[in-house]
């Protein structure tokens, strides 16, 4: 698996470098990123009275989901600039009482003193150089029977063969994508077992202009046919996964 080095940490913690592309609600984007908010919907039993620690919060897009859902969330992020605006958004969308907001690195967590009964990473699993120690730390904080939600990149995926490795992979070197079964058996190292995984987007509306269009069209044919995939060899496909487990020991 492609190793990230230190210095993507350095990267992420930095001023006007992740918040400058990292717009998962505009333009196409949103139309792709949504669907992991809908398969959470449609599939996740959040219970109002539960505790989520989220990892890797960015701009607030599953802290405030959970919020909204009853529940109390603790945000976590290295960038303190979007940490900022993830409280501006908490605030506009009425639930900035319901998350606590902090400053921290997933490989660390010691600022982090209470268990959760969820904690998820949600696209950051990609960007977090050592992924093991992170897990370790992130399976520490959950609660016996309770829950890790995770999205990551298949190394499998169109997106990443064709798209990310020919066009912009080489050019910033600050994420990388997940081998089949990589991911199950970190987990289960750090016992949490897989129970569900779905695949969002085997086409991913993105490039220039003259790219993101017409696969802007084809994505949305691809949603009027499957919002979201459960067969594992369309998963492998997809531009993402976003699934959960539950902490066993
Ligand atoms: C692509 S964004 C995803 C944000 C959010 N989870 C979402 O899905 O909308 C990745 C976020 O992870 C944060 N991040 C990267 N490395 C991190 C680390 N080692 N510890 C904590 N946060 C990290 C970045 O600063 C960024 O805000």
């Known amino acids: 698996m492609q190793s990230l080095s230190n210095d993507t940490k350095k990267y992420f913690a930095a001023e006007k470098t992740v918040s400058k592309w990292w717009n998962p609600t505009e333009g196409t984007y949103r139309f792709h990123y949504e669907k992991e908010l809908q398969v959470l919907n449609e599939q996740f039993p959040v219970n109002k009275d539960w505790k989520i620690l989220d990892v ?37 969308e009425g639930v900035a009482d319901k998350i606590t907001f902090v400053l ?53 995926s169109l997106y990443w063969k064709l798209y990310y490795n020919l066009f912009i992979g080489k050019k910033i070197g600050i994420a990388r994508a997940y081998p089949d079964n990589y991911a199950a058996e970190l987990f ?55 699934g959960w487990g539950t902490k066993e020991n």
Request: charged share 30%.
């Open 56 to 92: 890797g919060t960015g701009k607030g897009r599953f802290a405030i989901y959970f919020a909204k859902n009853g529940c109390k969330v603790t945000a976590l992020d290295i960038s303190e600039e979007m940490l900022d605006i993830a409280r501006q958004n908490a605030k506009k």
């Open 104 to 156: 921290g690195d997933a490989e660390d967590l010691s600022n982090i003193k209470q268990k959760y009964d969820a904690v998820c990473c949600m696209e950051a699993l990609d960007h977090i150089p050592d992924v093991e120690k992170a897990l370790s730390k992130m399976s520490a904080k959950i609660r016996l029977g309770g829950y890790f939600l995770f999205t990551y990149v298949p190394e499998t």
């Open 188 to 242: 289960k190292k750090n016992d949490i077992a897989i129970k569900k995984l779905f695949g969002i987007g085997v086409v991913f509306p993105t490039g220039p202009k003259v790219l993101k269009i017409p696969l802007y069209a084809l994505a949305r044919l691809e949603k009027l046919i499957k919002p979201y995939y459960r067969n594992p060899s369309f998963i492998r496909r997809c531009t993402h996964v976003i």
